[in-house]
């Protein structure tokens, strides 16, 4: 089993910055795939931004320049760094790994809202 702690979530304005944090640990085997996934009020859940088994990175069209994945393999932890958040932006993240399974984390709550 993986356990996936997140972190870093909470209230910013339009225009502000937060930082996104997800700490794997557990019985943790190579991780093929990790990333974050978010879940807005009525709307399914959608791929955010994630490193692939190759180790490139992939965004989703309404983030790219403003969001930022970034991993530290020792500390088999990802970041998501968010900037000029809007208020779309507003949703549950996830994060996400496979490691000879799939595993989630208990989702934080990122709002954007003046």
């Known amino acids: 089993q993986v356990q996936l702690v997140e972190s870093g979530g909470g209230l910013v304005q339009p225009g502000g910055s937060l930082r996104l944090s997800c700490a794997a640990s557990?019985?943790?085997?190579?991780?093929?795939?990790m990333g974050w996934y978010r879940q807005a009020p009525g709307k399914e859940r959608e791929l955010v931004a994630q490193?692939?088994?190759?180790?490139?990175?992939v965004y989703t069209d309404s983030v790219k320049g403003r969001f930022t994945i970034s991993r530290d393999n020792a500390k088999n932890t990802v970041y998501l760094q968010m900037n000029t958040l809007k208020p779309e932006d507003t949703a549950v993240y996830y994060c996400?790994?496979?490691?000879?399974?799939?595993?989630w984390g208990q989702g934080t709550q990122v709002t954007v809202s003046s």
């Open positions: 490193f692939t088994g190759s180790g490139s990175t």
């Open positions: 557990g019985r943790i085997f190579r991780i093929n795939v």
């Open positions: 996400y790994c496979y490691s000879a399974g799939a595993y």
